[in-house]
Nanobody
């Protein structure tokens, strides 16, 4: 079982930035998802184990950046120009089965989630 621990959430005003971290127990292809109240969990960003490839959901392209430090087994999500609609619990996911990286069921392991709240 892959262990994942997220941190870095909080309350910010619209237009500001936050950086989320996800510490893993090893080196994996990893992703960030988010879940807003009353909505399904949705894909945000994906990064391969070596950091060579990254993919983003359309709503966050150009504002969010996923990166990793493999010396620390940690993946980051830098979130800039935050909007109220970015408010959600953010989850990191790992142990990717392969296939469509945007699907929740392609990941075997999840972190506990970290709350991000963006005020207008």
């Amino acid at each position: 079982q892959v262990q994942l621990v997220e941190s870095g959430g909080g309350l910010v005003q619209a237009g500001n930035s936050l950086r989320l971290s996800c510490a893993a127990s090893g080196r994996y292809d990893m992703a960030w998802f988010r879940q807003a109240p009353g909505k399904e969990r949705e894909f945000v960003a994906f990064i391969t184990w070596n950091g060579r490839s990254t993919y983003y959901a359309e709503p966050v392209k150009g504002r969010f950046t996923i990166s990793r430090d493999n010396a620390k087994n940690t993946v980051y999500l830098q979130m800039n120009s935050l909007k109220p609609e970015d408010t959600a619990v953010y989850y990191c996911a790992a142990d990717f089965r392969g296939g469509d990286y945007r699907r929740r069921d392609m990941y075997r392991s999840w972190g506990q989630g970290t709350q991000v709240t963006v005020s207008s």
